[in-house]
Structure formats: C-alpha cells, structure tokens
C-alpha cells in the first residue's frame, strides 16, 4: 500500500555530453522514459542521476519522480516506476520481496557493496573516551548524561532517521534492552538533518548517538556503529522476537520493473551489469555531503571522472 502519494511532476531530463563517452543507442530500446526514483539521502539520489546518465548515453530518455522509500516497490510494480538502484536489505528487504511475490517486480542484480544500518557515534567519542566502553552496548547504561540535549528531558539522546525508514525499531529495540529510562529516541526529519546535528556536536566536541550506515561519506572521517546483540531471524518483535538485536549487515539489490527487460533491452542489460562497490557509493554521497555539489552536479563529476568504471556496463 502506498503511505505516500507520488509525485510525478518530471524533475527534467538530466543529461551528460559526453560525446567521447557515448554509447550508439540501440533500436530495440523503447522511447518511452525510463522512470527513476529519487529518495532522501545523498547517494541514492546522486546514484539516481548516475545511472540515468549512463541510460542517455546510451539513446535512453530518463525522467526522475520523488517518491517514498517504502512504497516504490509497489509503484515499480504497478509501472508507474520503473527501476530501484539501492534496495537496503535492512529496511527495504521485506518491502522488496512483498511486491516481488504480489508480481510485477524482479531482481535486477546484487552491487559489490555490503550494507549495515544502525546506531553509533562519530569515532571522536571513543578516541576522547566520552563513555567508556563503546562500542559494545552495554555501555550505554553508564553515560546517558554524555548524550543528553536540550530536547531530551535530561536523558540521553538517540537520533533516529526518519521514522518512514523503520518504524519503531529502534524506541522498542532500546526499551528492550532496558535502556528506556535513560533514554529517549528522536526522529529526525531527513539524512541532512543528521548531518547538520553530526557536524554541530563534532565542532562543539559533543556526545552525539545518531542512526547511520554504510556504505555512506562519514565511511572516510571515521564512524563507530555500536555493537548491539546480534541478529538473527525472528529476533524483532515485528517478526516475533524480543526485539533487543542489532542490525543485519546486509546486500545492496536493484530491483525492476518485470516490463523493462522487454522494452528497454540495452538499458535493462546495463542495469543487471551495474555494481558498486563501498566506496564508490561513499564517493556519491561526499560530493553532495563534503563537497556541497548540487545531486545533479555530483553525478556529472562521478561519471566524468569514473568512465573506466561505467563504460563497461554498457558494453
């Protein structure tokens, strides 16, 4: 079911001229566009761009529509979207795989990536020893007063994403773990307002416990995810558990319209052959997050100076 109604006023053809770069077309491509989704942290949407670059060298006409993280595999089922290039196992997975068995969306390959999504501080906080004992998180229960802001009603603070992402994860995870009076998990309203309180605590020098992944930019300045009981099947208390488990480390899939093999052969091909790797998904995000491009100026610069990388998917 969609939680959020897309919005499908075209962002505009993004295009890259880059004559030495182009592929001919193919005749067997439809020319209808080719629908791309754009979320709300950095390398997606800069993944976004990239990867419709590399379909309008190819002759592929692109066009991008916002739309929400969880319920683009029902519009990528439905036809209204055609493909997702950055499907979290963590988040995403159970999501994937329900419009996969309604029918309508398939597997379109596995990137070099691995993913993990959880809770942790910038590395700071350990190298300082502001509560000792991190990463295990059995420390947590000593030092809530190292993370309390002026929002979090004297108890330690725990920025979450957007609650869109996971739900209640992570409020049941931290009451599970008897955690829940000492402190309390905020939502925050997008990735940038994560990185906004990120470099604010990094300049104040701050304890700071915020929810982030990898592969992302903060994979370069140094990033500690707390270590949380392991996971395993069942352990959430969606899916039955207790809820105390960490986080799975995860793949990174791509998902497709089960149409687009037939009416974009070329494109479809390259798509199955698209494959980053950690860093390059980091390198993404750091242009829009570091160096302050626009998404759409990122992917530029990423495919202008990684063609040995590209290329090939479309040959």
């Known amino acids: 079911m969609f939680t959020k109604v897309l919005k499908f006023a075209a962002v505009g053809a993004f295009s890259v001229s880059m004559a030495a770069a182009t592929v001919p077309a193919m005749a067997a491509d439809s020319s209808k566009p080719i629908v791309i989704p754009t979320h709300n942290w950095s390398s997606q949407v800069v993944m976004a761009y990239v990867i419709g670059g590399i379909f309008e060298s190819m002759g592929n006409n692109v066009e991008y529509v916002p739309a929400d993280s969880q319920a683009v595999y029902e519009a990528i089922r439905n036809g209204d979207v055609t493909i997702s290039h950055e499907v979290w196992q963590s988040t995403f997975g159970k999501s994937f795989y329900n419009a996969m068995a309604k029918g309508g969306v398939i597997d379109a390959g596995t990137h070099a990536a691995s993913t993990l999504e959880e809770l942790g501080v910038p590395h700071y906080v350990i190298e300082k020893n502001l509560c000792p004992g991190l990463p295990k998180w059995e420390a947590l229960k000593e030092c809530a007063e190292v993370f309390a802001t002026a929002d979090s009603g004297g108890k330690g603070r725990i920025l979450e994403g957007p609650q869109s992402w996971h739900g209640d994860l992570m409020p049941n995870r931290i009451k599970a773990l008897g955690l829940g009076d000492k ?79 037939k009416t974009h052969p070329a494109a479809y091909t390259a798509f199955t052959r698209i494959s980053f790797t950690t860093t390059q998904v980091g390198q993404m995000a750091a242009l829009v997050d570091i160096d302050k491009l626009s998404h759409q100026d990122a992917a530029k610069k990423w495919l202008a100076d990684n063609e040995a990388v590209w290329k090939p998917f479309t040959n």
Do not use: H, Q
């Open 183 to 261: 402190y309390v998990v905020k939502f925050a309203g997008g990735a940038d307002a994560i990185w906004a309180e990120l470099a604010s605590a990094k300049k104040e020098g701050r304890g700071i416990i915020t929810f982030n992944w990898t592969p992302n930019f903060t994979d370069a300045e140094g990033f500690d995810f707390i270590e949380f009981p392991a996971y395993a099947d069942g352990c959430r208390i969606v899916d039955g558990g207790d809820g105390k488990c960490g986080s799975p480390k995860g793949w990174l899939k791509k998902a497709a319209n089960y149409k687009f093999p």
